[in-house]
């Protein structure tokens, strides 16, 4: 099996082995390195000592390139799983993704209008003529709508530390704002063709727009709110189901949902109501009492 | 990842481990798939529990006079995964050779 290469192969490989492989080594987060430096090693080797492979770097310098870029793209995908990891679900990423929609809106818009000047006409227009009619309406719906948790539940919600309370706010507000600022984007987007196409009728379609683009996507931020950990901000994540089903609807079951930081989780009850069970947040830095039953 | 999701090359190398192939250059050698396909296929497999990972005892590695790999093997999802592949890409059984020799 082992056969005594050429110095240049030995060369190419030495050089991938000694120069490359501690340079992307880099690129891996630092608890899975030493893992993965292990596994090239053992991959170098066999490389070294196989005939044919070690045969295929030493003709061509596209082979040396490949396992480059291999050995490149390995490292760069466990810092980009790592980032994703550790961003999935945050405040940050949340606050990020609305604002790249509302970015690649106004691009969009851009394009279409020609300059600056002319889409500062078009969306002042839009916001002062038909945006403000909708918007208010549009949030008293969304906010009205969502079910109100009596002060009686309220034993966990929100009794952290004020940085928490206000960082939790904070973030809700930021969220509500961007949700706003898109929706009116994404009408006014929706505006300018429809506008050119069917003239002062396109108004009314208008407003129906706005009104449910609006509605929905402040609604959205408010749920989203719902299922985020009071203090990390976190989305909640791994579902699982509690609680014997119920026949005759006086036995609590539901779902219960955990923070990935292990911050604490949110009981939501299988049927909600203002005569029935709400969302329970149960923080895991309190003790909470073996025969607390959720709130009725 | 349902079997629906399954790209051309995440098929291919599902069948090679299911044929014996366990490492990196031993899929790459088999499938002729570049470094930069297989790794990342495999750490995307692994992280989505269709494959696990596990490194070679010590002791088989030095009687071999070798250090020791990371041997990659399909889970009970990956298997099913393969079979759905195997059904939607029948060429794929005449592709790839079975291991003579299983290295572990």
């Given amino acids: 099996m082992s056969q005594p290469q050429p110095p240049s192969q030995k060369d190419r490989l030495c050089r991938l082995d000694a120069w490359l492989l501690p340079v992307a080594a880099k690129l891996v987060p630092r608890a899975r390195r030493s893992d993965w430096l292990r596994e090239w090693q053992a991959e170098f080797w066999h490389l070294r000592h196989t005939q044919s492979h070690a045969q295929k770097i030493s003709d061509s310098a596209v082979e040396v390139l490949s396992l480059a870029w291999g050995l490149i793209a390995d490292a760069g995908w466990f810092g980009i799983n790592s980032v994703r990891e550790s961003r999935r679900g945050t405040a940050s990423a949340c606050l990020l993704q609305l604002a790249i929609a509302c970015s690649a809106c106004l691009v969009i818009e851009l394009f279409c209008a020609g300059s600056w000047h002319a889409l500062g006409m078009v969306i002042i227009h839009y916001f002062v003529d038909r945006f403000m009619l909708v918007a208010l309406p549009a949030i008293f719906v969304a906010l009205a709508t969502m079910p109100s948790r009596p002060r009686k539940c309220n034993r966990t919600q929100h009794a952290g530390v004020p940085t928490s309370r206000a960082r939790w706010n904070l973030f809700l507000t930021a969220k509500i704002v961007l949700s706003l600022i898109f929706g009116f984007l994404f009408c006014v987007l929706v505006s300018l063709p429809v506008s050119k196409a069917l003239g002062r009728y396109g108004d009314w379609l208008d407003v129906i727009t706005s009104t449910i683009v609006l509605t929905t996507s402040l609604r959205l931020a408010l749920d989203d709110q719902k299922h985020r950990c009071e203090r990390c901000l976190r989305l909640l994540r791994q579902p699982v189901r509690i609680g014997p089903p119920s026949y005759n609807l006086l036995n609590w079951n539901g779902t219960e949902l955990a923070c990935a930081e292990g911050h604490g989780s949110l009981q939501v009850p299988e049927m909600q109501g203002s005569w029935c069970w709400y969302d329970l947040w149960v923080d895991s830095g309190r003790r909470v009492p073996l025969n607390s039953e959720p709130c009725i | ?104």
């Fill in chain 2, 1 to 104: 990842m349902t079997s629906g999701k399954l790209s051309h090359t995440v098929a291919i190398i599902l069948k090679a481990l299911s044929l014996g192939y366990q490492f990196g250059f031993d899929i790459m050698e088999v499938t002729g798939l570049p470094s930069g396909t297989v790794y990342p296929a495999l750490r995307r497999l692994e992280r989505d529990g269709l494959v696990s990972s596990n490194w070679e005892a010590e002791q088989q590695a030095l009687k071999e006079q070798r250090p020791a790999r990371r041997y990659y093997t399909l889970t009970r999802l990956g298997k099913e995964a393969e079979s759905a592949a195997t059904v939607r890409y029948p060429l794929l059984s005449r592709l790839i050779p079975e291991k003579l020799g299983n290295t572990r």
